[in-house]
């Protein structure tokens, strides 16, 4: 079933579009509910290499959040994402004080430039952080701001965020986010002219498999991120790989229903659209913990039965009235 995505090269002429529509229209959070576990297998357990926060009362407002989802990678991916965690939630919150930013008011061009510098401030004090090896390890960002009147979105990697939508009686999917792969055309460019190589994993008889993934040379095994974006990764920054997000902001409509917010351990194996239609009846009954538990133990199933292993996965929901 093809899911309603956020195009890419058109993502700014969507924007506009969804800014113009609706602007009267607020919507309340009625529940939220998460769950963050890590993956394995039958003959190992994995560290959980996935965070995640929930600022409540965002801005002083009892009606404002600030969500995020971070999954690391690489040897001390989980180090990585547990500075992220501890440290982004606090430079948001204190930047947007210092620069006065009003989320009803200040234009959106000035707060998307402002969290695309506080991204490029983080990385940089991650990388100076000596205790923590940033070589060949990083981690994704996902963010979502709440507010009853529109919600803000920001992201590295490919972890996600989904709107689940009603239409004449049917449930639909929205990203809210991009992932960033190496083969999309914007983030392919920049790599290919940082001298980065961008293709699957070659075996020593020369066959590619699994993903497409930034290199920094030809034949040599060296960063194989299968992402465009990230904190971290000094190796894949040095070929293009990027700390900046991607800023999104969205009004809301009377069809919007529910958020989704997941790391890839989710979304692997678990497209936008059939995500929804997990989640709907659950949200016509008000069990919000019934939903959590069927996206988990869907992801999970997928894994062990594709994979033999489990991946860390971590989601956040969010019912809204």
């Not at 113009?20 to 229209?25: A, G």
């Not at 600030?66 to 930047?95: A, E, Q, R």
């Not at 993903?211 to 465009?228: D, F, Q």
Request: aromatic fraction near 10%; glycine fraction near 6%.
């Amino acid at each position: 079933m093809k899911k309603n995505v956020l195009n890419y090269n058109n993502k700014e002429e969507i924007k506009e579009n969804l800014l113009n529509e609706n602007i009267t229209i607020k919507k309340y959070i009625a529940n939220i509910t998460y769950v963050c576990k890590k993956g394995g297998n039958n003959f190992k357990q994995k560290i959980n290499q996935d965070n995640l926060f929930i600022s409540e009362k965002f801005q002083g407002s009892k009606k404002d959040y600030f969500f995020g989802i971070c999954d690391g990678h690489g040897k001390y991916g989980k180090y990585i994402s547990s500075y992220i965690v501890t440290n982004l939630p606090n430079s948001i919150i204190k930047n947007f004080k210092e620069n006065k930013i009003d989320l009803q008011n200040t234009k959106f061009s000035t707060i998307k430039n402002l969290i695309i510098k506080i991204f490029i401030d983080i990385n940089e004090l991650l990388i100076q952080d000596k205790s923590i090896n940033t070589k060949l390890s990083g981690t994704t960002c996902t963010c979502l701001i709440y507010t009853p009147d529109k919600i803000i979105t920001f992201n590295l990697g490919d972890s996600r965020i989904i709107l689940g939508k009603k239409q004449n009686d049917k449930y639909i999917s929205e990203d809210l986010t991009i992932d960033h792969k190496p083969t999309i055309p914007d983030e392919r460019e920049r790599i290919l002219n940082s001298n980065g190589i961008i293709e699957p994993y070659k075996d020593i008889n020369g066959n590619f498999s699994g993903p497409y993934r930034v290199w920094t040379k030809k034949n040599e095994n060296i960063p194989g991120l299968a992402m465009s974006r990230s904190f971290g990764d000094e190796i894949a920054h040095s070929v293009g790989v990027s700390e900046k997000p991607d800023v999104f902001q969205f009004n809301y409509k009377l069809e919007d229903k529910f958020i989704v917010m997941g790391s890839d351990g989710l979304w692997e194996f678990v497209d936008s659209q059939e995500c929804v239609e997990l989640v709907k009846n659950f949200y016509e009954n008000y069990d919000i913990k019934g939903a959590v538990k069927k996206l988990y133990l869907t992801a999970k199933n997928r894994w062990i039965n594709k994979e033999g292993a489990i991946d860390d996965i971590t989601i956040i929901i969010i019912f809204l009235n």
